[in-house]
């Protein structure tokens, strides 16, 4: 049964990966509001990274950088749990984030008005 989690859960994410590199993706916040989301330039980052142009990455967003170390490490914990058979990492994940959300909302501010800043 922890397998078929897994696997599902992998499938989303890889399916979610294929659907937004395919799609073109606008801000719903931006569009409405005018204002920058903390997630505003994420895509830029992420491909500024792959292009190893670190400057530009933090220029388009500041937390872009150690959000993608973030999902390359959630990433291989999930696929670490799919070739073990458990269904560990994402309980704790969900766990952590819930007992540390003042700080996650404190941080999406600050992502917010960094990206307004600019």
Known sequence: ??????GIILIILISFLCFISIM??????KTVTGIYCPACGMTR???????FDFINAT??????IPFFICIIIFLTMVLRDFILNRFSFI???????GKHYIFILVLLVIGTIFNNLK
């Not at 049964?1 to 897994?6: C, E, I, V, W």
């Not at 073109?24 to 916040?29: D, W």
């Not at 220029?59 to 872009?64: A, E, I, K, R, T």
């Open 91 to 97: 309980p704790k994940l969900l766990s952590l984030l």
């Open 45 to 51: 980052s992420f491909l500024s990274i792959l292009h």
């Open 1 to 6: 049964m922890n397998k078929l989690k897994n």
């Open 59 to 64: 220029y388009y967003n500041l937390f872009g």
């Open 24 to 29: 073109p993706v606008t801000c719903i916040i």
